[in-house]
């Protein structure tokens, strides 16, 4: 009966926090009891345990109850030993299962990305990516979902510092038109290379971000133009965004 007893105390606690986590400027006792159906006095017992510990605190004005910093101090914790590739890997399996084609995550570093995951599906293709090398943002769907949600000044400095050199007859060379690719690619939310990088390649990529919102890194889909038809894409940039997102939420960000 005690173990009984702890388990359903520590229920209630979880469910109390859980309601402050709802309440900005606090909630009185008398509402958390309302809420979870127990007596006040039993609510007042755990929230002085919480306070204790530093996971609640109470206003002394208002005697009103919210979250305290240790949550705060516990989530910096969790934040910092998020490993994006293990976070990822799950559903980059998803994709490669869904596709049967290359998929790909890179990250963002200095003006290019740099491949830190490759799964190369069942079908055979040759590609020049590899885990540990870099590549180009301009020409490829990773880079491009990447840019697109970089700050106005980042991008232009990169261009300047990179500029638009071809890669193959399809590279979007103009800034113009490049810039203005990278405004479809933030509206439709996915970015795609129409061989713009590699004769016979065609890309969809989606951005992934982290806690603080801000775009890392970019999960891609990569196939023979024969097969990665329009209406492939067409069909493919649903499920993409929607694995960028739960990816971005296990880094997490949350989209409010």
Known sequence: MEKDSFVKSVSRALKIMDILSNYRHGIGVT???????????????????????????????????????????????????????????????????ITNEVVHLVVYDQGEVIYIEKLDGNE?????????????????????????????????????????PPHTDYTITDQRMFLRELERVCEAGYALDLEENEYGIRCIAVPIFDHTKQVVAAVSVSGPTIRMTDERLEQLHIQMKAIGKQISERLGYIDK
């Open 124 to 164: 055979t293709l040759r590609m020049h990516s590899k885990v540990g090398k870099r590549a180009p943002m301009h020409c490829t769907a990773v880079g491009k979902a990447i840019l697109a949600h970089l700050p106005k000044h980042v991008v232009m400095d990169i261009l300047k510092r990179k500029g638009l």
């Open 31 to 97: 509402e958390i009891a309302k809420q979870i159906g127990i007596h006040k006095s039993s609510v007042h017992r755990l929230l002085s345990t919480l306070a204790e510990h530093g996971y609640v605190e109470q206003d002394g004005e208002t005697e009103r109850y919210k979250l305290g910093y240790k949550l705060l101090e516990m989530s910096s914790k969790l934040l910092e030993s998020i490993d994006l590739r293990k976070e990822a890997k799950p559903y980059l399996r998803e994709l490669e299962q």
